[in-house]
């Protein structure tokens, strides 16, 4: 069994975290059943993006890398508070022991800018949010990482980044390839609705 945490600061985007739970949790009930995601999170009470409410199942501070086989880290926005917890050091830890664990670790828009900022994708190839005058990839490009701008969905070894909340379900079928198999994404695929 893969288990995979999907990482939930305060202000995430829902539909970039729903993602993977639909995907994983499909792949678990109705496919062949070889992966369980947790939702952990920074606080025990979340306030998404656009004010959904969530309790995660287990806190950062009850958990450890050693724990799971991946990490998985939607973005959100600035207004909602999503960089204070985002970017809080015991997060960034966090990811760093992903990282040197050889762990994948997949983020979707500007989830990239909290694995950047975690010092794991310096030299790297990767992308974030490619709109507003392409700002954020500027950011990204300044903590040294390598974007690649025009590129939805980047992998550079064990790490998976993404454009915008468009490639959510890309990032989270390309996660359940690396630790399945590609037959077993396409059944997924197939069984949602996204192959015939």
């Not at 994983?24 to 920074?42: A, D, I, P, Q, Y």
């Not at 990767?126 to 701008?149: C, D, F, H, W």
């Not at 993404?162 to 390309?174: E, G, H, I």
Request: charged residues 25%; aromatic residues 8%.
């Amino acid at each position: 069994m893969k288990k995979i945490c999907l990482l939930l600061p305060n202000g995430f985007e829902a539909v970039e975290a729903s993602v993977f739970t639909d995907v994983f949790g499909w792949n678990k009930e109705v496919s062949e059943g070889s992966t369980e995601l947790v939702t952990v999170g920074t606080r025990a009470e979340l306030k998404c993006t656009w004010n959904l409410t969530v309790k995660p199942e287990r806190l950062l501070s009850e958990v450890s890398a050693h724990e799971f086989d991946a990490l998985a880290l939607p973005g959100g926005f600035e207004q909602a508070g999503f960089y204070e917890d985002a970017l809080r050091s015991d997060v960034l830890e966090f990811i760093r022991e992903f990282d040197k664990q050889g762990k994948i670790i997949a983020a979707i828009c500007v989830g990239s800018l909290v694995v950047g900022k975690s010092g794991v994708l310096q030299g790297r190839n990767a992308t974030t949010y490619n709109r507003s005058n392409r700002k954020r990839q500027v950011q990204l490009a300044e903590m040294g990482v390598n974007v690649i701008p025009d590129q939805s969905v980047v992998i550079d070894k064990n790490i998976i980044t993404s454009f915008n909340p468009a490639t959510s379900f890309d990032v989270a079928f390309t996660m359940l390839e690396l630790l399945t198999s590609k037959d077993n994404a396409n059944n997924v695929k197939r069984l949602m609705g996204f192959l015939e």
